[in-house]
């Protein structure tokens, strides 16, 4: 059932550069770098409850592993992908851990405070990480080629989610959300199962992260990472909608694209207009849709079906 | 919800499809971009919201200069172009909305992008795409050494950029000599920001003092550009004992500074960097009740408060009460940034001009390279801008100010004009 | 509100002792902790307010700081028509109530019943937009206020006091007494803390549990017009006056135990006086290590008591 949508969102994403100009292709590798991270926050929070105001750090360390390593190492930029991966992995499992012990909101302000703070450690050690002058990659990368890796890095991190969902594990992990006490009586393993949903979710992010410093010309730099980025990770998750990782990409185009689009509403001038137009759709869509678009798909599946079972009359 | 979030969803795509047709439409390319037979369209980064906002009154007072141009009979009969956007101080954003304005807007050169960091994001992008990044908004020294010695990374020279006014630590430098000269016991104290910008300044501040006077500084604390409030600072200083207070700091931490002290029943000798020390921001600093007479400073700009009779500042006061009349207020307060813009627009026609009747950017850029003017009636009288092969600094030299006259008072220039800032 | 004798309020008792006998034996001691607490009380009375709104609504409100500044920029209006300080204070206090209490109505009740996070972000909607507004109306240059306590230096020794530290001190105290003496001893405040911590029994006792929820969240908004009045003198009028502040509120309120009004003052209180202290002392704490070193703190006390300070054991999820 699912199959058909997916072979024709990959058909779009593959013919798409060849109707696009440079620009435009940056464009469209942005939705690609919030597709990540997006995703990566909704295998946390949509399939283990956890809550994370945070992934902007993940997010900055990834980047800051890209920009390091090629800079005092000239590693190929598509090896520090996978470095990247690796280290905010083990870095989003070092923050499960203490994070086993939080929940609900403390959870949320704890990861916060994660977010709040990455960011100024390169002003501190300046002298590894660039202060705030920044680090520049050793050479920059074209349109097309952020656009081929970064829509590749979704393709893969989007097979490697739905393989991790839909066998044990992705039970395990809705077992947790659903109910600790149930999934703990039926041999999950909280600990474990909570720590690592927080290593693949940090992991995303530490890739979108590497990817977003390659498409700010290679250069990392600690205003990139601030408050607002996670936050609008988050706004994305919440616009997708939990759980569901086909809304992934809406909440992806919403806030890859929209900001873009505001600055452009007349009257209000660009400047004000990013911010104006923008909060104001993030909360009307927020009133007219509370569980974001896999709420909405679901509602429509569900009429969808209702409607071909009753009489059409009625539909 | 149902019925409402399905039209909404649809109203959502069809705006984001068209958003992206209508904009992927207008990304046409010319053989020389920017430049028609009657306009040079050019454009330019710059903080209009966030934490940087308030420099905001740059761009907009350039923008006013080049409409008087265009009013005037343009450069060449080509009429200019502004398109200013607001990356917040953001890197991230800064990088598509240049990339916006080299391959959608086509724009002949990049002017005047506010921000050490923004800039040092876009400056390998526009000089291997050979587009101009012409007098950016920011006192690093890069801009003047990089044009003809390999720096950053990638090691490449950079001779498409540009800088505008007397870099950081050549400026905090005269302060250092001042005070090794005039003040030699002083006990020192320093507040800077905890960046480049703050780092830069104190580096040159200790090169100006000198290898044995260096010792003088008894104590500097930093403070974070988010967090503007520097009580804790200011007490710290004083209670290590320090006589001399030298503050590199960005505007509201600076009248924070001077309120501070002031309300401590401290008074030492004190220096504040250029950047911060616009009359607007001392004359508050006096309405809250800090005594700022004596206080030292340098300048490079005109004043439209001590100068009034100067052509530069008569030309400044109808340019913007016609083409900017929101700034008419603070510029009669003598506010420096519109000066800034002012001055720098000048700069830029005036570049512009020597470029040949058919400018190309690779002629605008030997332009920006060849200055050689004591012509631009916004900076102070008998400065030199001034650039060659071996030397992109434009400008090298600057005025010691001191406050004098307190809540209704000003920047008196002494001393003589002091060269080879660099 | 009530505080047991317990571990924390032997900690408590500490500090407590801690500040005073530093205060008498150092100048400089006594002067980071009174600027300390001065700051602190900005940070509490805007913490008092996430904590009003958790409260009501069991959501962390990411606008407080905005709305604050807001509000702020409207007492700047009212005095350039020519009102005074403490009339445009007034009557700012009460147009934030009614502002607070229009965001409860229009944009969170909506919501409230099916999903916290869409509160949450409707929220950060609110931060994005009101800075939006304000930048937009008003620009983001600095602009100031006058100095609503003069600018008089009181000495105790060879100790000043500047009059602006102790008025800001004063005026966030008081309104947080004022707020627990409605909270405590009026009926409103009864019907209040009733719908927030038991809704389904307070209405079947006839309380008017949409009304208290969004009389909450109109004094949340009246004390972070006043953290906003009062953060003015030092931080000044611009759109980014609030959010670092925010950041602190934050860590003071869930350092108090996010369900704890006088958690939230305390905390708000003891980060301020402790962020000066390590400026003055710890020269590795620079700047750019205050907020990390604000939140590692914050993280260690809830690794050791998750619920901070004086939290209850949480029991919901969000």
Same mark, same amino acid.
């Given at each position: 059932m699912k199959v058909v949508p997916a072979l024709a969102a990959a058909a779009v994403i593959a013919f798409l550069p060849f109707a696009l100009d440079g620009y435009h292709q940056g464009l469209a590798s942005s939705?690609?770098?919030?597709?990540?991270?997006?995703?990566?926050?909704?295998?946390?929070?949509?399939?283990?409850?956890?809550?994370?105001?945070?992934? $902007?750090?993940?997010?900055?360390?990834?980047?800051?592993?890209?920009?390091?390593?090629?800079?005092?190492?000239? !590693?190929?930029?598509?090896? !520090?992908?996978?470095?990247?991966?690796?280290? !905010?992995?083990?870095?989003?499992?070092?923050?499960?851990?203490?994070?086993?012990?939080?929940?609900?909101?403390?959870?949320?302000?704890?990861?916060?405070?994660?977010?709040?703070?990455? #960011?100024?450690?390169?002003?501190?050690?300046?002298?590894?990480?660039? $202060?705030?002058?920044?680090?520049? !990659?050793?050479h920059s990368v074209s349109h097309l080629w952020l656009y081929g890796v970064s829509w590749a890095c979704a393709?893969?991190?989007?097979?490697?989610?739905?393989?991790?969902?839909?066998?044990?594990?992705?039970?395990?992990?809705?077992?947790?959300?659903?109910?600790?006490?149930?999934?703990?009586?039926?041999?999950?393993?909280? #600990?474990?199962?909570?720590?690592?949903?927080?290593?693949?979710?940090?992991?995303?992010?530490?890739?979108? /992260?590497?990817?977003?410093?390659?498409?700010?010309?290679?250069?990392?730099? #600690?205003?990139?990472? /601030?408050v607002l980025l996670s936050l609008k990770i988050l706004i994305g998750a919440a616009v997708a909608g939990l759980g569901s990782l086909w809304g992934v990409l809406a909440g992806a185009l919403f806030v890859g694209l929209l900001p873009q689009i505001s600055s452009s509403v007349p009257l209000i001038g660009a400047a004000h207009g990013q911010d104006v137009v923008f909060g104001l759709v993030v909360i009307l869509i927020m009133l007219l849709l509370p569980n974001g678009f896999a709420g909405l798909l679901a509602g429509l599946e569900r009429r969808f079906k209702t409607a071909i079972k009753s009489d059409p009359k009625t539909s | 919800m149902g019925r409402k979030g399905t039209i909404l969803a649809v109203l959502a795509c069809a705006v984001a499809v068209t958003g992206i047709a209508v904009t992927a439409a207008s990304g046409a390319h010319r053989a020389t971009p920017g430049i028609t037979a009657t306009e040079i369209k050019i454009g330019g980064t710059f903080p209009l919201t966030g934490i940087a906002a308030a420099y905001k009154s740059i761009p907009a007072a350039a923008k006013a200069y080049f409409d008087y141009v265009n009013d005037h009979g343009g450069v060449n009969g080509r009429k200019i172009n502004f398109e200013i956007l607001d990356d917040s101080y953001d890197p991230s954003k800064t990088v598509p909305l240049t990339q916006q304005l080299v391959e959608k807007d086509g724009v002949f050169a990049v002017y005047g992008s506010l921000g050490t960091a923004p800039v040092l994001a876009t400056w390998d992008y526009l000089n291997s795409h050979k587009v101009p990044q012409a007098?950016?908004?920011?006192?690093?020294?890069?801009?003047?050494?990089?044009?003809?010695?390999?720096?950053?990374?990638?090691?490449?020279?950079?001779?498409?950029?540009?800088?505008?006014?007397?870099?950081?630590?050549?400026?905090?430098?005269?302060?250092?000599?001042?005070?090794?000269? +005039?003040?030699?016991?002083?006990?020192?104290?320093?507040?800077?920001?905890?960046?480049?910008?703050?780092?830069?300044?104190?580096?040159?501040?200790?090169?100006?003092?000198?290898?044995?006077?260096?010792? +003088?500084?008894?104590?500097?604390?930093?403070?974070?550009?988010? +967090?503007?409030?520097v009580a804790q600072q200011i007490l710290s200083l004083k209670s290590k004992g320090a006589d001399t207070l030298v503050v590199f700091a960005t505007p509201t931490a600076t009248i924070g500074a001077l309120v501070t002290a002031?309300?401590?029943?401290?008074?030492?000798?004190?220096?504040?960097?250029?950047?911060?020390?616009?009359?607007?921001?001392?004359?508050?600093?006096?309405?809250?009740?800090?005594?700022?007479?004596?206080?030292?400073?340098?300048?490079?700009?005109?004043?439209?408060?001590?100068?009034? +009779?100067?052509?530069?500042?008569?030309?400044?006061?109808?340019?913007?009460?016609?083409y900017a009349p929101a700034l008419s207020t603070t510029y009669a307060k003598g506010d420096a940034t519109i000066v800034f813009g002012l001055a720098s627009a000048w700069t830029f026609v005036y570049a512009l001009q020597n470029s040949g009747k058919n400018p190309t950017r690779e002629s605008l850029k030997n332009a920006l390279h060849n200055m050689n003017t004591t012509k631009n009636p916004f900076v102070y009288p008998g400065i030199r801008i001034q650039t060659s092969a071996k030397d992109n600094f434009p400008i090298e030299q600057l005025r010691m100010t001191k406050w004098v006259g307190g809540g209704t008072g000003d920047w008196q220039a002494f001393g003589k004009l002091l060269d080879k800032v660099r | 509100m009530r505080i047991r004798p317990s571990p924390v309020v032997a900690l408590l008792a500490a500090v407590g002792v801690f500040l005073i006998v530093g205060s008498v034996v150092s100048d400089i001691f006594a002067q980071q902790t009174v600027a300390g607490l001065a700051q602190g009380a900005i940070f509490s009375s805007l913490a008092l307010a996430l904590v009003l709104i958790y409260r009501a609504t069991e959501v962390i409100n990411f606008a407080q700081g905005e709305m604050a500044m807001a509000t702020t920029y409207v007492a700047y209006q009212l005095t350039l028509w020519g009102l005074s300080y403490w009339a445009a204070f007034a009557l700012t206090l009460v147009i934030a109530f009614v502002l607070g209490v229009v965001v409860q109505l229009v944009f969170v009740r909506p919501v409230q019943q099916k999903s916290v996070l869409a509160v949450v972000i409707i929220t950060i909607g609110l931060f994005i937009l009101i800075d939006g507004l304000v930048t937009w109306k008003w620009g983001g240059d600095l602009k100031f206020m006058v100095a609503p306590f003069g600018n008089n230096v009181y000495h105790a020794g060879s100790v000043a006091f500047s009059r602006q530290d102790i008025g800001v001190l004063l005026v966030s105290i008081l309104s947080v007494i004022l707020l627990w003496l409605l909270f405590q001893f009026t009926k409103l405040g009864l019907a209040m803390r009733a719908a927030a911590v038991r809704p389904a029994a307070a209405a079947l006792v006839g309380v008017r549990v949409n009304l208290m929820l969004a009389f909450g969240w109109g004094l949340a908004a009246v004390l972070g017009a006043v953290a906003g009045l009062m953060a003015e003198p030092t931080q000044f009028l611009q759109p980014t006056m609030m959010q670092a502040i925010l950041l602190y509120a934050f860590a003071a309120a869930v350092l108090g135990g996010l369900e704890s009004p006088a958690g939230a003052v305390i905390g708000g209180l003891a980060l301020g006086v402790f962020l000066n202290l390590l400026g003055q002392y710890v020269g590795f704490a620079t700047a750019e290590l205050r907020l990390p070193i604000a939140f590692a703190v914050l993280l260690l006390v809830l690794l050791v008591k998750p619920t901070g300070l004086f939290g209850r054991r949480q029991v919901r999820r969000v």
């Open positions: 939705v690609a770098i919030y597709f990540i991270a997006i995703l990566g926050l909704n295998v946390l929070t949509g399939y283990t409850g956890q809550i994370s105001i945070g992934h $902007g750090a993940f997010m900055a360390i990834g980047g800051y592993v890209t920009a390091v390593m090629s800079s005092d190492h000239h !590693t190929n930029l598509i090896a !520090t992908l996978p470095l990247a991966l690796g280290i !905010t992995f083990v870095c989003g499992v070092l923050v499960g851990i203490p994070a086993l012990r939080f929940s609900g909101v403390y959870l949320a302000l704890a990861t916060f405070a994660l977010a709040v703070s990455v #960011p100024q450690l390169p002003l501190k050690f300046s002298k590894f990480l660039g $202060g705030s002058n920044g680090i520049h !990659t050793d393709a893969i991190v989007f097979m490697l989610a739905w393989l991790l969902l839909r066998g044990r594990i992705g039970r395990a992990f809705r077992a947790v959300r659903d109910s600790e006490v149930a999934a703990v009586s039926s041999g999950v393993s909280l #600990p474990i199962y909570k720590t690592f949903a927080f290593g693949v979710s940090a992991a995303f992010a530490g890739v979108a /992260g590497a990817l977003f410093v390659l498409a700010t010309n290679g250069f990392a730099q #600690p205003n990139e990472f /601030g | 007098l950016v908004t920011t006192g690093d020294s890069y801009w003047g050494f990089c044009a003809y010695r390999k720096c950053g990374t990638p090691a490449k020279k950079y001779p498409w950029t540009i800088g505008w006014q007397p870099d950081y630590p050549g400026e905090s430098k005269l302060y250092g000599r001042y005070i090794a000269a +005039n003040l030699p016991n002083a006990k020192i104290g320093v507040l800077y920001q905890s960046d480049a910008y703050g780092k830069n300044y104190l580096a040159g501040l200790r090169v100006g003092l000198g290898v044995e006077k260096r010792a +003088n500084i008894v104590d500097a604390q930093t403070y974070d550009v988010q +967090n503007p409030n002031t309300k401590l029943g401290w008074s030492p000798a004190t220096f504040i960097n250029n950047v911060s020390a616009n009359r607007l921001y001392l004359l508050a600093a006096t309405g809250l009740g800090a005594s700022v007479d004596g206080v030292i400073s340098t300048t490079y700009a005109a004043s439209p408060t001590t100068q009034p +009779n100067l052509p530069g500042m008569k030309l400044g006061k109808a340019i913007v009460d016609q | -």
